[in-house]
């Protein structure tokens, strides 16, 4: 899906600002609504749960409403030869999206973008009331998953007490997440409606390769509409303006010599844009060439063996929770060219698509999550035969490549965060298998797949052995052998050993200690800053002493708000940085390890 752009053949109008908001409950909204006299104001794009200082949003269960009246220029109704386009980048967590009261779609999933032509709907006066209800409720057929019968995420109730198992059917319904970060709701990402001609250009796919010094670039144009015979052109132009090649039709190869690589920074991450052309409409999207390729225990990034060094994240900022936030984005990024990570992980679900453009042109390198995360419900149920989600997960997947499948920032597509592979392993391997076979014949790149590894059994389970890269989340010193580091070091090495022989290449995609910034203690104790250093340093260790290690990347680049609960202190506080961006110790020790050590090169030196 091509994100929504303005030049001189589409329009674009952005319906960002204040919005009419109302709370629901269970009832699933008829298919005739429109708002009433007494609803509140709203920001969008933004969640609605920290809006308001009332629990009644930062708790809400079910259904919430949103409308908005717009009146449209003269020049976008009736029969101009245009098509317009309502676009949601994301609502989470169900969406039914209402024109002048009519209901004219539906849409599953929270994270990733849908749309609908609406030309048809916009009447003479221009006037458009749009509606949109949200469900934001999780359950063992979402993604992420939600608990059902009651049982909290850190199951932190003792089980058999008969008063708290009674008082468990007595309380009132509600999200019991499993997985650790806030269910933050509502319309997400921005709302915009966008033009296109009649016929019009309906996607492009390019997918770029290296030979020699000569960039190979073949693409694909899909277009819609009537005037099906128009010619397709296509131009490559550099980061100068000039135009490099260019080749008529919808499918095909163009060569580029002495071609500029999309190199992690600080290296260049050179754009190039292809410039398409049909019939009245044009669409520019900017690529780079670059290739991603595992071969033995490496992963190669235009051939050379890569480091990664970086984070997991979190879409989340005070007030506006998981809504779009530029500037943050803006501020993270200049954060992680601070302390010289060159990569993160969208976990535990696909970010917004500013973020990646803005990967793509500062040169930090992504792992791409879907957010199949909670997917385990303990020993006694086997969540692959038991959990409705197969279906819904392969449309993520197939909705996710679509959306992202240019960007030369994603080098590998992690399916999913810690699911468990440890109780069923059977189960398991023929779930997770089976999708990353899917996916990969999703990505015209063939980029890595991976998923991300829990810490359970991992010599019963047999398939995150068979993943392109071994993924793993570790806490060894704060929930496992908490707050003995000797200990600590002791197990990990023992696994470490374990991952050597099964000739993978293995990274970390989450290690860390809850830290409160400002707590500070001479001789390290967990929650301490000096502690969470101490935790840092002996995984630091380790990694250094393995070849086949490729990489690092700590939970979290920042705190960020979960459900409040007995080992949650206003939130996750395993941040390198605080909910609010300042650095904590830590910051300063990985600003310091990570500029001593190269994007290529820094292991693997034996065998490359
Ligand atoms: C891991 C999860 C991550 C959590 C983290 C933690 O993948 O989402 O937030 O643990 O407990 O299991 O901090």
């Known amino acids: 899906m091509l994100y929504p752009i303005m030049n001189r053949s589409r329009s674009l109008i952005d319906l960002g600002g204040v919005w009419q908001f109302q709370l629901g409950d269970e009832t699933e909204p008829e298919d005739l609504w429109s708002g009433s006299q007494e609803m509140d104001l709203i920001a969008v794009p933004a969640s609605y749960n920290d809006q308001k200082d009332d629990p009644a949003y930062r708790n809400h269960y079910g259904w919430a409403y949103y409308e908005r009246t717009v009146v449209l220029p003269a020049l976008l109704c009736g029969s101009n030869g245009q098509r317009q386009v309502l676009r949601f980048d994301a609502v989470t967590h169900v969406a039914k999206v209402y024109i002048n009261g009519k209901l004219i779609m539906t849409h599953k999933g929270g994270f990733l973008p849908f749309e609908v032509e609406i030309t048809d709907l916009i009447p003479e006066d221009g006037h458009l009331t749009i509606g949109v209800a949200v469900d934001n409720r999780i359950s063992h057929s979402t993604l992420p998953i939600g608990n059902e019968g009651n049982i909290a995420f850190f199951g932190s109730d003792n089980p058999g007490i008969p008063s708290v198992e009674a008082a468990k059917l007595w ?19 921005p709302v915009r409606i966008y033009s296109t001609p009649a016929s019009y250009i309906r996607d492009i796919t390019l997918v770029p390769s290296i030979e020699g010094d000569t960039g190979v670039l073949n693409y694909e144009i899909l277009t819609d509409g009537m005037d099906s015979d128009a010619p397709v052109t296509l131009k490559i132009i550099d980061a100068e303006s000039n135009c490099k090649a260019e080749a008529t039709g919808r499918k095909g190869e163009l060569r580029i010599p002495q071609v500029h690589l999309w190199q992690p920074y600080p290296g260049t991450p050179y754009l190039y844009k292809a410039e398409v052309h049909y019939g009245e409409d044009c669409y520019t999207e900017e690529f780079g060439f670059r290739t991603v390729e595992v071969k033995g225990t490496q992963f190669l990034i235009n051939g050379e063996p890569f480091y990664f060094k970086g984070f997991s994240k979190h879409e989340d900022s005070f007030f506006r929770g998981r809504g779009l936030d530029l500037c943050l984005d803006v501020k993270d990024i200049n954060l992680l060219h601070w302390i010289h990570a060159n990569s993160f992980r969208t976990s535990h679900y696909p970010y917004a698509e500013e973020i990646y453009r803005l990967c793509d042109r500062e040169g ?66 023929d779930y997770w298998h089976s999708l990353y076979e899917f996916t990969h014949s999703l990505d015209p790149q063939n980029r890595p797949v991976t998923f991300v590894c829990c810490q359970n059994n991992y010599e019963k389970d047999i398939v995150t052995r068979t993943m392109d890269v071994v993924c793993l989340n570790r806490y060894y010193g704060w929930y496992n052998l908490s707050g003995d580091l000797e200990a600590a070091s002791y197990a990990w090495n023992l696994e470490l050993d374990f991952w050597e022989k099964i000739g993978k290449p293995v990274m970390m995609t989450e290690y860390g200690a809850d830290t409160l910034a400002g707590l500070h203690n001479c001789a390290p104790e967990m929650w301490s800053e000096e502690f969470q250093v101490e935790l840092y340093k002996m995984y630091s260790k380790a990694f250094d002493g393995r070849d086949f290690f490729i990489g690092e990347q700590a939970w979290n680049f920042a705190d ?46 034996n065998n490359s």
């Open 364 to 429: 930090i390198v992504i792992i791409d999550e879907t957010p199949a995360v909670g997917i385990g419900a303990g020993e006694s149920c086997d969540p692959y035969k038991t959990f409705p989600i197969r279906e819904h997960h392969e449309q993520v997947l197939r909705d996710l490549i679509a959306r992202d499948k240019n960007h030369p920032c994603i080098v590998m597509w992690s399916m999913g965060n810690e699911p468990d592979t440890e109780h069923f392993p059977e189960s398991a391997y």
């Open 171 to 189: 309380r009132k319904k509600q999200n019991l997440p499993n997985f650790d970060f806030f269910n933050f709701a509502g319309i997400n990402r």
């Open 560 to 605: 960020y708000a979960t459900l409040q609960g007995c080992m949650r202190a206003d939130g996750n506080r395993k941040g390198i940085f605080t909910r609010d961006r300042r650095p904590k110790l830590i910051a300063h020790y990985f600003r310091d390890r990570w500029e001593h050590i190269p994007n290529f090169h820094y292991k693997n030196k």
